[in-house]
């Protein structure tokens, strides 16, 4: 059946030489010594003379799709069985291809698959070896199917599975930043707007800000499984095929709960990796957050944590120097992550329907991103894990800075005085503050109500770290008991998903 990549050389088409040139590195990158293709008859078909070298290269996708050759054989495996039950291979032939394309996904593993100069991609070079293992009934395996929709099967199953981890990892993070939560709920810390000090918190709110940014990773990724896990196969190059094969059966083995429904769309759609990229640029983005404050909290001018050593390099030249490169990292590769995302979006935007050999281009941006992201989570829940918590540099730095001034004014409109009114005394005190060089703590009641006739002995109760926390025990505050009730809560429904 033909594909949307053209073939030049014979009834098993020749394909290009594959020279690597970047994509995400597997075992099966290691390629074992070429096997030279047997002589075909001269450019059967259309095609007066034969592919140029420098197009074979140029066009090769082999150094980046081979990653997805469990796909395409656990592919091939259903179709296979499709293909018998719509009587188009015998009982025989069906076990004879099994057998083969087992022994293939062993060599493939086992990384001693003779990868030949012609294959072009993944696919022809499994379908090649195939043939040359069982012989002429391996030309059979294509029938009823393109490289099209051959391809995006692979790519959703890919998926599928990456996305289920992609879901495992992020939940590995929480637990760490949940277990910090855990062992610092009595820690009290400066919160910030503007990266200026605002008002006291609960390091363990702070910790738990981001395992709430993370669920909403996780809802994400669990939407766009929703669309990830549609069977395309079936429908051909663009317009179906001509066999009566039950793709309802195809998706069953593959366990897919549903079927395209267009097959122009269907070969042609990558809004599947899209959405993917997209969830992985916001995944990104928030463990660049993260990043940014522990670049912060880490160094000198902070020092409310300490990065272990075995995630921090020195310096060639500094001898005092901790650099805290796997934060740096991290926030530097998120940018690389949104590149990847245009670029796709850029691919797509111009392409007619159906398939155009513009979505090979698809591969190395995803298959990049979703590598780089699964090892940013794999090594900050190692990261977050051991983070040391300067308790000591915390209890000095919640006691300046004016974090109680909020509390004060809240004090005032308790006692009638509109917010506003209340708001510019409470500015007026923190100059008074600073002209003099004192902080809350040094305030006397006749400070307090040189400033205002409203304050009374009952407002010094206001001045204090602890109490500006627990009074927030709304849902969602800071509040010891709201954050110990949010930690508990996570533990149970991480404990199910584990």
């Known amino acids: 059946m033909n594909s949307g990549k053209r073939t030049r050389r014979g009834s098993v088409p020749a394909t290009g030489k594959g020279q690597p040139r970047g994509g995400v590195p597997t075992s099966s990158n290691r390629r074992t010594p070429a096997k030279k293709s047997a002589p075909t008859k001269a450019w059967t078909g259309r095609f007066t003379e034969p592919t140029h070298a420098l197009v074979e290269r140029f066009t090769s996708s082999l150094p980046f799709d081979r990653q997805l050759f469990e796909y395409d054989i656990q592919g091939s495996l259903a179709h296979c069985q499709a293909l018998e039950k719509a009587r188009i291979l015998t009982r025989t032939e069906r076990r004879t291809l099994v057998r083969g394309l087992e022994l293939v996904r062993d060599e493939l593993r086992e990384n001693r698959f003779p990868f030949a100069d012609s294959d ?18 391996g030309g059979k395996l294509h029938t009823g199917r393109s490289r099209n929709d051959q391809v995006t099967l692979d790519l959703r199953l890919y998926l599928r599975d990456n996305l289920r981890t992609l879901e495992s990892r992020i939940q590995d993070l929480q637990r760490a930043f949940i277990g910090q939560a855990r062992e610092n ?3 009290i810390i400066p919160g910030y707007t ?3 000090r605002a008002q006291p918190v609960s390091l363990a709110h702070h910790f738990l800000a981001y395992v709430e940014m993370l669920e909403r ?80 909290w880490a160094s000198s001018e902070f020092s409310f944590v300490d990065l272990p050593d075995g995630f921090c390099t020195g310096s060639s030249m500094l001898p005092q120097k901790k650099n805290p490169d796997v934060p740096e990292l991290v926030r530097g ?29 698809d591969k190395e941006p995803l298959f990049d991103a979703m590598g780089t992201v699964l090892e940013s989570l794999v090594i900050y829940a190692e990261l977050i894990g051991r983070l040391r ?40 005190l923190v100059r008074y503050c600073l002209e003099r060089r004192t902080e809350w703590h040094e305030l006397s009641l006749t400070d307090l109500k040189a400033a205002s006739p409203h304050f009374s002995k009952d407002a010094l109760r206001y001045l204090t770290i602890e109490g500006a926390v627990d009074r927030k025990a709304q849902t969602g505050g800071t509040a010891r008991r709201q954050v110990t009730r ?13």
């Open 120 to 137: 072009e991609d993944i696919h022809m070079a499994v379908e090649r070896r195939l043939t040359e293992l069982v012989g002429p009934v």
């Open 185 to 187: 709920l009595d820690v």
């Open 194 to 196: 503007h990266l200026q």
């Open 217 to 296: 990773d996780n809802a994400r990724i669990r939407d766009t499984l929703k669309r990830v896990n549609v069977m395309p196969l079936g429908s051909g190059a663009l317009a179906g095929n001509n066999y009566p094969i039950d793709r309802a059966f195809t998706a069953k083995l593959l366990g897919f709960p549903a079927l395209t429904r267009n097959s122009l769309d269907a070969v042609s759609d990558r809004d599947y990796v899209v959405e993917t990229l997209g969830v992985l640029a916001i995944i990104m983005m928030h463990l660049s957050r993260l990043s940014e404050e522990l670049v912060l």
């Open 333 to 361: 590769k998120t940018g690389r992550i949104y590149g990847h995302l245009l670029s796709i979006m850029t691919t797509l935007k111009g392409l007619p329907l159906s398939y155009n050999r513009d979505l090979q281009e």
């Open 389 to 428: 918590v300067r308790r000591d540099v915390l209890s000095e730095a919640v006691g300046s800075g004016f974090l109680l001034a909020t509390e004060l004014a809240d004090y005032l409109v308790k006692k009638g005085v509109p917010f506003r009114e209340a708001h510019g005394i409470i500015g007026q």
């Open 486 to 498: 949010q930690v508990n809560a996570w533990e149970a429904r991480l404990a199910k998903k584990a």
